[in-house]
């Protein structure tokens, strides 16, 4: 907008100098074109009209360059969301969003949508929120791992489903949240795990590539930041990774510290990002009651990790589709099978062989924006500490 003292109308002029910055006002005026504004244009006002004032001070600056610390920034986060980086971050989002929708449409696969409000959980007791629901007891589903399995004998071949999933995570990380979106996938007929990374490899390249064209096709300034991913994907397994962590044959699970390790070394032998963590041991997954055992191999299940660059992005496999397996599965887990009767009765009348994953849509978010935590993937963030705003 120009605003020239002598040739702006006075009370116009009056109004710009004493509205408070970040009010809301509608502003009618002739649009020139100008070599000094930003984007070749100006606005010449003739009438200004306050719509809703701004309070003053501001608790966070819009327009000021000096960055605030992430907790006042979440504090106030509608002032927060007005700056155009900040907002970029969601349109990035929204063109994932998109995209993973896409790809998976193109697949043949059919979006569902599965109870959030749940008589028990999928993944174990530890992360689980209770809530009331009415005279019992209920919680929040962690994952749609069950209800996607069911759904495999109801004759839906391929599902997808774009999902809060909610974890009682009570580690502080850069990674974690206790609200998060869960891209979740199941597909019927598939034994081997390689059949599951393959349609999971295919799924991430295609919504990448279809984020980035969109985004390139408006000059986003995020778009280089989207990485044209080539198939296939390495594949290292878990064996080979624990060789790498100078700790051969300890089957113990990955931290995040081994994750961000094996990181460093995979990204810089194989040259990609993204890469499959495979083959993980039954002892890592005995609690993963879901996980296909397979007679030949006792000692591995199907079971793996997508990682980008350090990051888990991903898990999944080959489940167990046969009753009398998963029976003694949820029985090693620790687990009454009669918590799970609704699941386990999908089971009972024809199962195909199925296998999925979970990926985690926020990391990905976060790490291909560039930003330095998590939360800054979310509008409104939940973690251990954070309900409001
Ligand atoms: P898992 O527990 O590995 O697998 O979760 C799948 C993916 O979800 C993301 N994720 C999280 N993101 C942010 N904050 C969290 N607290 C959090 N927890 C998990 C990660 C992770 O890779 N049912 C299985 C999937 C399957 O087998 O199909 C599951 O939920 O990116």
Known sequence: MTLKKGTTEPALFDFFSTTPRESVVEVEGTVQASAKAQRGLELVPTRAELLSPSEVPLPLGVVDKVGAELDTRLNHRVLDLRKPAVRAIFELRTQLLDGFRQAFLARGFLEVETPKLLQQGAEGGATLFPVDYFDRRAFLAQSPQLYKQMLMSAGFERVFEIAPAFRAEPSDTLRHLTEFTSLDAEVAYVREADEIRELLEAVVVDALARTRARLLAVGHPLAERVPVAARPF????????????????????????????????????????????????????????????????????????????????????????????????????????????????????????????????????WLLAGVGNIRESRLFPRDRYRLTP
Request: hydrophobic share 35%; aromatic share 12%; with cysteine.
């Open 234 to 365: 390495p594949r290292v397994p878990f064996a080979e990774c624990e060789r790498l962590l100078g700790r051969p044959g300890a089957e113990e699970d990955l931290g995040t510290e081994d994750e961000k390790r094996l990181g460093e070394i995979l990204v810089e032998r194989t040259g990609q990002p993204f890469y499959f963590l495979t083959d993980f041991p039954t002892a890592v997954k005995a609690r993963t009651f879901y996980a296909r055992r397979y007679d030949d191999r006792p000692g591995v299940t199907g079971y793996f990790d997508l990682d980008f660059r350090g990051v888990e992005l991903a898990s999944g496999g080959p489940r167990e589709h046969r009753l009398d397996r998963l029976v003694a599965n949820l029985r090693a887990a620790g687990l009454d099978p009669a918590d799970f009767a609704g699941y386990l009765e999908a089971f009972r009348y024809g199962m195909p062989p199925h296998g999925g994953w979970g990926f985690g849509l926020d990391r990905l978010v």
